[in-house]
């Protein structure tokens, strides 16, 4: 055989080897763009062998991508758990440049996530107690937590900030707002050193006097007399404290609403007049004003409280000669009670706070006319009880009208002189 002969079969042999060739380089090329954009619903389609490599490259994408989701919805569900926390979460790093923040420790600050992220902490919280917190040796465990006055994102906030160590040299920065509950211990000591000191008071007078009859040369007569009767006043001053601490305390503690009891508002206008007659002396003019003629239903004993407080405060402040009027109306199918008076009348930047327990205008005067203090404390809460609340209005040198204004529920007839 020639070499003539043989070339054919030698050119096809080439042909097929190239075509062959033009095939790996084909798919090596799909699978480099592939590769490059990986899509598991568009592998490329493989022939021969290359096929079982496309399709397990295929499962292993889809394996990998449906692992990768699996941890992106994990991340996602702490993400939204730590935004969803009442308390400012904030991780630092251990140079303590802030990692991440949830929404509530963004607003305790007055930080932006976007911008601050990356940021050391003590440069965006400047303030020295902060800082050296930041300062303090944390391996021991965790410090103190701090409490700090900030005013972040809206009114001011008194923020207890906790930094506990994690993951090495990270930190944990936790910050809650305990506003609430500093205030309400600083109004539970400033309750217990008030109580203190009104008790102190005529203690005080009590021991003083008692020390006198028991000296070298007891007092008699007259001056016997004159200390018997101020001994008697302090004890009635102490007695009536402690009555209305009790009834405070027992409204404020019980949960309970009050009894459903009609209370027909004439017969407690003329009670409450007659009261208020013998507590003036004739020394005022007490009068009922309009009368609506109807019933109330509430607690008797707490509405009898709470009115009577507004009517002896009226004639305790009120100087003689003037007129203290009680009136019973129903404004709008709502039950008022109001007490006028033409007495001194109150400041109004006062007025907001005249609820709180042992807020007094004028301390002396208001000790001299025999008040606890816990007056209007004990007529907010009874109102409060009955879904009532107290209205002042005042003019200094003018007088005062205190309305309990209650809801219509607790009209039970509603007569006459409806407005
Ligand atoms: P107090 O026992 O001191 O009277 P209250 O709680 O009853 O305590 O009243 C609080 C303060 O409100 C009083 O000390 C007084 O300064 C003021 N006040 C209450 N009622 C009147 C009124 N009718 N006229 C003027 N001031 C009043």
Redesign the pocket.
Known sequence: MSIGDTWPGLLLLVAILALLLYGQIRQRVALHKWLLAPDASAVPDGVGAWRAVFSQLQRLHKDEQSAYQALANSLERFRLAAEALPDGVILLDGDQHIEWLNATAAHHFALDAWRDIGTQIGHLIRHSDFHQLLASDRRGGPPEPLLLRLNGNGPEQIVSIALIPYAGTGTLLLSRDVTERARSEAMRRDFVANVSHELRTPLTVISGFIEQFTGATPPSGDAAQRFYRLIAEQSTRMISLVADLLTLSRLENDTQPPVDEIIPMDELLDTLCAEAEALAEGKLTVVIGRNSAGKLRGSSHEIRSAFG?LVS??V???PAGGTVTLAWQVVEGCPVFS?S?T????PAE?IPR??ERF????KG??SA?G???????IVKHVLVRHQGRLTIQ?EIGRG?V?SAVLPASRCVVAQAATL
């Open positions: 407080n405060n009226a305790r402040y009120t007490v008076d007495g001194i009348g109150i006062h005249l609820t807020y007094r205008i004028d005067r208001s006319t008040g606890t203090g816990l007056g209007l404390a005042s005062s205190f």
